[in-house]
Each structure stands twice: as structure tokens, then as C-alpha cells.
């Protein structure tokens, strides 16, 4: 992610880092399929609630080689971890992006110009005053490392700092002006948990018709629509309904030169550059899967830990074999898999691993690399203690 003459990003410490990973080809080595890394990377995004939509496969799929890359990741990680509110700062930041951007996927889609100014209009000043809001909750007392806290700093600065408040005072001023030339009667249509799905128009006094949600919406239809054929349930769930559409249409027309100002802040704002939130709520959404998954996993019973990574040993207290404790989750056993501790000192080269047929040996064996490939990641491990030296290559056959 660039943002203003620094590189940030909360997946790669460094560009070189990241033209690396790009470089490599992400390709599918042989331990992917044989640790079947494929299956615990869809369990962790199923519980994660995100859907497919954020897809970070190829990141999890793709052990780190600099160990500079894994701390980088293992301290945004602890830092989500034991912190409950910049936790939910970070959830409500990739919330806000998500809704971002579907209003302005469906604004692109509208053919009338005037809509589509007034609709890109309302939807960044609604995400600008969500971001001004984060900031804040997440600018006070940070420990953040300086290089990451600079780039958080720059980003949020384009929505949240002084000139931007200031421009999105006009802006905020200038949609507060089309307030007034909006009609009076109006009644929010709303459901039974108070979310209102439209804004419906009422001419002269109320009718008894009135009283009921379909009798709204047909004096609403009736008044903007003329004979068109209103569905309930095609536009009742909809952000922007047809009725809110011939609304803003009315309001429009009634601005005089209010319009002039809308068409000049449209101009300035149409190409404010999105992008660094969209990929910092995509980069987000690895770790807020990571820390969930581990959440829900531990009120089983179930135990993990941020590994430490050093140059003469490796050294793992109760590891367990992480696949088959998904197994036992999903059916409600809660954690009953065997652990295991292990050691590999520098200067060994080989180890025998005897034992019966069915004896655990492979699954003892798929723990080793799944917690190796899962330590590379950034990610907490399946462990009680583990001490780990990082590796340029896992091979299984």
C-alpha cells in the first residue's frame, strides 16, 4: 500500500518484502496438500463470518522466509489480540469500507448523472465521518511500532486530519442545504428493529391509509411512480431504494444554486483515492480471522501461542496436531487430541521417528509442519511454548 512517500503495509514490512512474495509466484508447494493446509484455511475464514468476498488464501498459503516479516505480522497480530477495543476498531473499520464500497458500486451503476452526484456525495460523507470517529478512538496512546503508527498516521490524516475536516465541513454544510428544499411531510419507513429501509413523501394531511407499512408505500409509489409497478419486496431491504432515488430527484430540482456547489465539490471529490482503505480492510481481515478463529477454539478448550523465533533450536512444549482438532471442534468434542513435545538442536541433521502402525506418527509428523507453516505466517500456534528457527523451505512426501 502506498501512501503519500512511504510504503504500508500491515502484511510486509518493507516493499522489497512484498516484490518478493509477488515475485515467487505463490506457487503451491508440496507440503500444502500433504499438511492439508487448504482445509484449515477455510475453517478459519468460515468462522471469520467475512465470506469470499476477502479472500486471503494465497497469503496463508505462503510460509515467510524473512523473519524481520513475521515479527512485523506476530506484533499487529498480539497487539489486536490483547487490546478488545482497537480490536473492534480495526472490525467497525472494515465494516465501514465493505459498506463503502457496495453504495459506491451501486452509485457507478446508476445512468442518471444527478443521482450519482448526490449519492457518491452522501456515501463519502458518511464514510469520512466514520473514519474522523476511528481515528480518534484509535490515536490515543497507541504503542504502535513508529514505522507502522507514521503510516496509520498518513492514511487516517487524509480523512481526519485538520484540512480534511475542513473540506468535509463544506461539503457536510453543503448536503444539509438540500435539507431545506426537501419536502416536509415525511414518514421513515422502518422495521421492527428500527432500521429504516426508505423515505416516503406524504401530500397534504395523513390518511388512515397511512397507518399501515404497505398503505405508506403505495401513497409514496402512487405520489413519485405515477403507474409504476411497485414491489414491496424487490426494494424494501435495499440502502437506496426507488423511492429514495425520486427523492433526491424532487430535492434536486428544488435546489437552485445549490446545485452549482454540489456539481463543483463533485468535481473535487469523484476522485479521491479509496484504495488504501480497501487494502488495509483486506489486510485487516487476515488478522481479524486469525484472532476469531483462536477466540472461539480456546472456549473449547483449545490453546495457542505466539511463537518465538531464535537461531540455535527449535524447541515445542504440547503440540498438537491443529487438523485434527478442527475435526473434533466441528463435531463438538471440544480439545482431546494427543500432545506432544519436541526438540531439534543445532547441528542435528536426521531423526527416527519409530512406532506401531496407527500409532500417531503422522499426525505427530502434519503437527510439526502445520505449526512451522502457521508460525511463518504470523499466526498464533497450536502449543503450549515454542521456540522456533525460521526455515527457507518444508518439504513433505
Request: glycine share 8%; with cysteine.
Amino acid at each position: 500500500m502506498k501512501c503519500g512517500d512511504v510504503y504500508f503495509s500491515l502484511l510486509w514490512d518493507s516493499r522489497e518484502n512484498y516484490e518478493e512474495w509477488l515475485g515467487s509466484g505463490n506457487g503451491r508447494g508440496e507440503y500444502i496438500t500433504d499438511l492439508n493446509l487448504e482445509y484449515l484455511y477455510e475453517e478459519i475464514q468460515r468462522l471469520s463470518g467475512y465470506g469470499e468476498q476477502y479472500d486471503w488464501e494465497k497469503i496463508f498459503l505462503h510460509p515467510c522466509t524473512r523473519v524481520s516479516t513475521v515479527l512485523h505480522r506476530q506484533g499487529i497480530m498480539q497487539r489486536l489480540w490483547e487490546d478488545p477495543s482497537l480490536y473492534g476498531a480495526a472490525r467497525d473499520f472494515i465494516s465501514s469500507v465493505s459498506g463503502m464500497r457496495k453504495k459506491m458500486g451501486r452509485v457507478c451503476g446508476m445512468n442518471d448523472e444527478r443521482k450519482k452526484r448526490l449519492c457518491f456525495l452522501q456515501a463519502a460523507e458518511t464514510f469520512f465521518t466514520e473514519m474522523e470517529g476511528l481515528y480518534e478512538r484509535t490515536d490515543r496512546g497507541r504503542d504502535w511500532k513508529p514505522g507502522l503508527a507514521e503510516g496509520i498516521r498518513r492514511l487516517a490524516d487524509c480523512i481526519a486530519g485538520s484540512s480534511a475536516k475542513k473540506e468535509r465541513a463544506v461539503l457536510s454544510d453543503c448536503l444539509q442545504k438540500l435539507c431545506r428544499y426537501a419536502p416536509q411531510n415525511l414518514i421513515l419507513n422502518k422495521d421492527k428493529t428500527q432500521a429504516c429501509h426508505n423515505i416516503v413523501i406524504v401530500p397534504g394531511p395523513p390518511k388512515n391509509i397511512l397507518d399501515s407499512y404497505t398503505g405508506r408505500l403505495r401513497e409514496a409509489a402512487e405520489f413519485f411512480l405515477g403507474e409504476y409497478d411497485f414491489s414491496i419486496d424487490v426494494y424494501q431491504d435495499m440502502d437506496i431504494t426507488c423511492l429514495d432515488q425520486k427523492l433526491m430527484e424532487y430535492t434536486y430540482a428544488q435546489a437552485g444554486e445549490t446545485r452549482n456547489e454540489i456539481d463543483i465539490i463533485y468535481e473535487k471529490y469523484r476522485d479521491f483515492d479509496f484504495f488504501p482503505f480497501i487494502s488495509l480492510a483486506d489486510e485487516l481481515v487476515f488478522y481479524l480471522s486469525c484472532i476469531h478463529f483462536r477466540r472461539e477454539y480456546e472456549k473449547e478448550g483449545f490453546y495457542f501461542t505466539m511463537p518465538c523465533f531464535g537461531t540455535e533450536r527449535t524447541c515445542v512444549k504440547g503440540a498438537y496436531d491443529m487438523l485434527l482438532g478442527v475435526n473434533l471442534f466441528k463435531n463438538g468434542e471440544g480439545c482431546r487430541p494427543v500432545s506432544n513435545d519436541y526438540a531439534f538442536h543445532r547441528g542435528a541433521s536426521w531423526f527416527i521417528l519409530t512406532g506401531a502402525n496407527q500409532g500417531g506418527k503422522t499426525t505427530f509428523i502434519r503437527s510439526i509442519g502445520l505449526i512451522q507453516c502457521l508460525a511463518q505466517t504470523g499466526m498464533f500456534v497450536p502449543a503450549e511454548e515454542a521456540i522456533l528457527k525460521a526455515v527457507g523451505h518444508i518439504h513433505t512426501f
